[in-house]
Nanobody, 120 residues
């Protein structure tokens, strides 16, 4: 069982920066592909950024060049650095951890979410 705890959300002005953190429990963090998703009321949860166990990253088109996902396996933590924030980035951001073996999903965990509001 993995528990994910997000932090770092809050209010940021347009153009501002925020760093989200997701701390994971357990000793197998390095085996998990990590991702950040976001969701607004009435919409489906969407992938924002992901990072593989090997450090390969991918991003949703609207955040490319503005957001950076990174991981620190020694601290069991994944980060989302949000720069040049826009009002449309306002959402609840969720941390996700998935473990695969031979392309088969073994486990899938979610954090409780952290609110990010971009507004002046």
């Amino acid at each position: 069982q993995v528990q994910l705890v997000e932090s770092g959300g809050g209010l940021v002005q347009p153009g501002g920066s925020l760093r989200l953190s997701c701390a994971a429990s357990g000793s197998l963090f390095s085996l998990y592909a990590m991702a950040w998703y976001r969701q607004t009321a009435g919409k489906q949860r969407e992938l924002v950024a992901a990072i593989t166990t090997g450090g390969i990253t991918n991003y949703e088109d609207s955040v490319k060049g503005r957001f950076t996902i990174s991981r620190d396996n020694a601290k069991n933590t994944v980060y989302l650095q949000m720069n040049n924030s826009k009002p449309e980035d306002t959402a609840v951001y969720y941390c996700n951890a998935r473990r695969y073996r031979s392309a088969k999903l073994l486990s899938d965990y979610w954090g409780q979410g952290t609110q990010v509001t971009v507004s002046s």
